[in-house]
T-cell receptor, first 112, second 110 residues
């Protein structure tokens, strides 16, 4: 039972490049979330999904897109990477919105 | 605007003592409040959830209180151990999402 798996674990990009971060969960959770964590800023919600085929904006959605084509997967895309998007990205999932969230171990993304 | 405050300074205590961490919030009426633990290089791990109509919740050496009048939650670790050293995050539940505090680092020395 893997829980929440994030791919890749590390990545270095150049400004302007695009990439997709993958999150997979095997707990049959309805809700999935993408956060970024920066020093001194805490965890901030980027986008989330309340079920297959749905997405919604969080606190800091600009520069990111998401898709939830399958219930178990939640993809985060960076269309044109900027240095300000250097961060650690965490994916999480839960049965419902006010229930405990299960987190992956993060993707460390550096944009030069 | 909604605000969640946790002590930004690390809390240093000796092994065996009780650690008490504070989470204060304003402009928010959460139905649930949750506490998570985060170790360096890892994702947060859920510890406890307390509902607005509950005053206190316990799990082994952990205890959480929730005072909706004071808009404050206290998180206690009794008989602390060096293995309890980590950053502890409080999170307030909305309908679909959580809003996290910035966390407090706890350091337990032998």
């Amino acid at each position: 039972n893997a829980g929440v798996t994030q791919t890749p674990k590390f990545r270095v990009l150049k400004t302007g490049q695009s990439m997709t971060l993958l999150c997979a969960q095997d707990m049959n959770h309805e809700y999935m979330y993408w956060y970024r964590q920066d020093p001194g800023m805490g965890l901030r919600l980027i986008h989330y999904s309340v079920g297959e085929g749905t997405t919604a904006k969080g606190e800091v959605p600009d520069g990111y897109n998401v898709s939830r084509l399958k219930k178990q997967n939640f993809l985060l895309g960076l269309e044109s990477a900027a240095p300000s998007q250097t961060s650690v990205y965490f994916c999480a999932s839960s049965f419902y919105g006010n229930q405990p969230q299960h987190f992956g171990d993060g993707t460390r993304l550096s944009i030069l | 605007s909604q605000k969640i405050e946790q002590n930004s300074e690390a809390l240093n205590i000796q092994e065996g003592k009780t650690a008490t961490l504070t989470c204060n919030y304003t402009n928010y009426s959460p139905a649930y409040l949750q506490w998570y633990r985060q170790d360096p290089g890892r994702g947060p791990v859920f510890l406890l959830l307390i509902r607005e109509n509950e005053k206190e919740k316990r799990k082994e050496r952990l205890k959480v209180t929730f005072d909706t009048t004071l808009k404050q939650s206290l998180f206690h670790i009794t008989a602390s151990q060096p293995a309890d050293s980590a950053t502890y995050l409080c999170a307030l539940s909305g309908y679909s999402t959580l809003t996290f505090g910035k966390g407090t680092m706890l350091l337990v020395s032998p």
